[in-house]
């Protein structure tokens, strides 16, 4: 069965092949997560599996409507999210992040996901000065004052590119990329893909390479979220490939 996304849907007992198409695409997307406990035996197949703040002991966060309205907290309610990253507040956010749907909203409540890598292309392509600030070390401070100092897309040595993204109250930008953050935004939603999810279904992205969000919605939504970094036996290479860099300014 395919998707919206072209890929096709992967057991989540198949381990072999969720990993090669995670170490190929960033993403895979996975059938058979009936309920939070399938969506761990698939996070422990994958990554040692890095605990939430909103975690249970397991690492496994279930995100349902609280009605939550503080920053940093909306994903316990109902409303739209805006493309992000995740634990972009902290020094080394996890690599990976599993998500499994166990009941779908009435209504609404649709995964969005960008893929970083078109989004670089195509600033790189298109609008250079702005992917220049946008790479400007220490221009953004992520998660508030005690947060994390550094920038949307960051370059390390090995020729890695990650992007990381909040767009709520706990973010301050530079004035420079304060300015380029429309052209930043009309990229990122060039590259929307749209992923209803039933129950039982859900994907596995890499978090330095893939934006997400959601739709808002109605009804008694259940999802289930872990972080985690990809076992190193796996080989799975994390964030932007480097061929990304050939329009980099």
């Not at 969506?39 to 197949?45: E, F, G, K, T, Y």
């Not at 947060?147 to 767009?167: K, M, N, S």
């Not at 749209?194 to 330095?208: F, K, T």
């Amino acid at each position: 069965m395919n998707d919206p996304l072209g890929r096709a849907w992967i057991a989540a007992d198949d381990k072999a092949a969720v990993a090669d198409a995670l170490a190929r695409h960033g993403l895979v997307l996975v059938d058979g997560l009936s309920d939070s406990a399938d969506v761990l035996r698939l996070a422990q197949s994958v990554a040692t599996v890095v605990p939430h703040r909103d975690s249970a002991s397991d690492g496994v966060t279930t995100l349902v409507d609280l009605g939550s309205d503080a920053s940093g907290f909306a994903g316990f309610s109902s409303c739209a999210l805006a493309p992000h990253t995740d634990r972009s507040g902290v020094a080394n956010p996890p690599a990976l992040l599993m998500l499994g749907c166990s009941r779908r909203a009435t209504s609404g409540g649709q995964c969005v996901l960008f893929d970083g890598l078109a989004v670089y292309e195509t600033l790189a392509e298109t609008e250079p000065d702005a992917l220049a600030a946008l790479r400007a070390p220490r221009s953004v401070l992520f998660g508030g004052a005690s947060g994390h100092l550094g920038a949307i897309f960051t370059e390390y040595d090995d020729g890695r590119v990650t992007v990381r993204l909040r767009q709520d109250d706990l973010v301050q930008f530079s004035p420079d990329v304060e300015r380029s953050l429309p052209t930043l935004r009309a990229a990122i939603e060039q590259h929307v893909r749209e992923l209803d999810l039933s129950a039982g279904q859900g994907y596995v992205l890499d978090n330095h390479r893939w934006l997400h969000g959601r739709r808002a919605f109605i009804g008694h939504r259940v999802v289930h979220r872990i972080n985690g970094n990809p076992l190193p036996h796996l080989g799975i290479r994390t964030g932007i490939p480097t061929r990304a860099r050939s329009g980099a300014v």
